[in-house]
């Protein structure tokens, strides 16, 4: 009796585990798929909502120590017009690359929308400096494209809870997003000043902006 009772409840075991071996192997692809459905496609970085998560969170746990950078690709219809989309979507993609690089392992890196981004990395206050300038110096960098490369010039604003006077992730974009725009085209980052924060904006990005217009609806 022995004898037959080991191989039925090892038979019996074994059933049991197929199924759910089947069902660990469907929640492990479903949990990928719902990550990457936060990611953009394009560039691999967090979608918005998913980067204004993380970012915060970031935030509140080490406020002492992150600074904030908004990224926004110069000339960038005409590198389209020029080169074609196929090119223009090679830029943004190193641009997202860039970003998630310099970032880092403990940061958090998105795209805004179209041809804008943001950052945030875990710096010390006495390296953001250097830091800063070795990510205005990558975002120069020609882009590989074909038998040659692309010109890339992206204007870049860095605002940190220090300078600002506050962790609310909207106030620091708002304050990056300014210093950004007052540095367009100059090939420096800007670090963003308290009154920066003060520019009437929506979702942390300046009115008049792509994708900042609130839509109203009238009844008839």
């Keep these: 009796m022995t004898t037959l009772a ?15 071996a089947g069902w660990t192997l469907h929640t492990t692809v479903l949990r990928r798929r719902l990550v990457q459905a936060r990611r953009d496609p394009l560039t691999s970085t967090w979608r918005r ?25 110069d000339h960038f219809k005409q590198l389209n017009d020029r080169h074609g989309h196929a090119a223009g979507d ?56 074909g038998d040659g490369l692309l010109p890339l010039t992206v204007s870049l604003g860095a605002a940190t809870p220090a300078a600002i006077g506050t962790t609310d ?23 963003a000043r308290p009154d920066h924060a003060h520019t009437p904006s929506v979702n942390g990005r300046r009115q008049g902006r792509p994708g900042t217009t609130i839509r109203t609806t009238t009844g008839r």
């Design 90 to 145: 090679t830029a943004l993609a190193a641009i997202g690359s860039r970003l998630t690089e310099w970032a880092g392992r403990h940061g958090v890196a998105g795209r805004l929308g179209g041809d804008e981004f943001a950052a945030l990395a875990r710096v010390e206050p006495r390296h953001q400096g250097l830091r800063l300038e070795h990510l205005a110096r990558l975002m120069t960098r020609p882009v590989p494209y």
């Design 6 to 20: 080991l191989p039925r409840k090892t038979l019996h075991i074994t059933a049991m585990a197929v199924p759910l």
């Design 169 to 191: 992730l909207p106030t620091l974009m708002r304050a990056a997003d300014t210093a950004m725009y007052e540095g367009k085209h100059t090939g420096h980052i800007v670090h």
């Design 49 to 73: 909502e998913e980067f204004t998560d993380r970012a915060q969170r970031l935030l509140e746990r080490h406020p002492d120590e992150v600074v904030l950078v908004l990224a926004d690709a």
